[in-house]
């Protein structure tokens, strides 16, 4: 398992469309992909989870990847969230 904590570059957050793209990124994997912010953890690969943890614009999450391809999807994910969010 692989994790790392990332902030949400995204003025109002994973709101419907960044949340798809995420999901639709986390699918690309084989690997278990959740995600902990504060008390919540959200499955990425379900956009009602993601949606459920109320994240908002330069909030700091933690990412968590197991599986046979965890690294290069934590790579992709923090990229995604880091460099590539639309608002």
Do not use: W
């Not at 692989?2 to 957050?13: E, L």
């Not at 994997?29 to 994240?55: D, E, H």
């Amino acid at each position: 398992m692989v994790s790392q904590k990332v902030v949400v570059n995204s003025m109002i957050g994973l709101h419907l469309r960044p949340a798809g793209d995420l999901c639709k990124l986390a699918m690309r994997y084989q690997s278990k992909i959740t995600f902990r912010f504060k008390n919540y953890t959200a499955n990425a690969k379900s956009v009602l989870s993601v949606l459920g943890a109320c994240v908002k614009g330069n909030d700091e999450i933690e990412i968590f990847c197991e599986g046979p391809d965890e690294e290069e999807a934590l790579q992709a994910l923090v990229d995604l969230l880091e460099n590539r969010i639309d608002t």
